[in-house]
């Protein structure tokens, strides 16, 4: 019997996470996509602490009238702000079991011009 979308993306999550691990120092940069919404999370794993988050659903992004992947761009600036003001230059990204393109990957490309290293 054929798995569902949401069962493949779960094993490809669970295959991902057995080697993705953060930390204070490099955090794990978990994204998580909705039909409508995204966003992504910098978590220290060994504490249990979501360090800080962002989402295409906080003022500045929802504003603006963009599509989809230019949404994902401004989420991923934002994130990269926030982590440089708070000292955090490298992450290990955690795509959460979601393909590497569209969205996705316009999220990683500008949180990397923004000044995250992963």
């Given amino acids: 019997m054929a798995l569902t979308k949401q069962e493949r993306r779960l094993r490809i999550k669970r295959r991902i996470r057995k080697s993705v691990s953060g930390t204070a120092e490099r955090p794990r940069m978990s994204v998580f996509r909705s039909n409508k919404q995204i966003s992504v999370q910098l978590i220290d794993d060994l504490s249990g ?3 800080m988050a962002t989402s295409s659903l906080i ?3 929802s504003e603006k009238s963009v599509n989809k992947i230019e949404q994902a761009e401004l ?4 994130i990269a702000e926030k982590a440089s003001a708070a000292g955090i230059t490298s992450v290990v990204f955690d795509r959460n079991g979601y393909l590497y393109h569209g969205r996705v990957k316009s999220l990683a490309d500008a949180a990397r011009k923004g000044g995250l290293k992963f």
């Fill in 49 to 51: 602490k979501t360090l």
């Fill in 75 to 78: 989420v991923g600036q934002a």
């Fill in 59 to 61: 003022k500045e992004i």
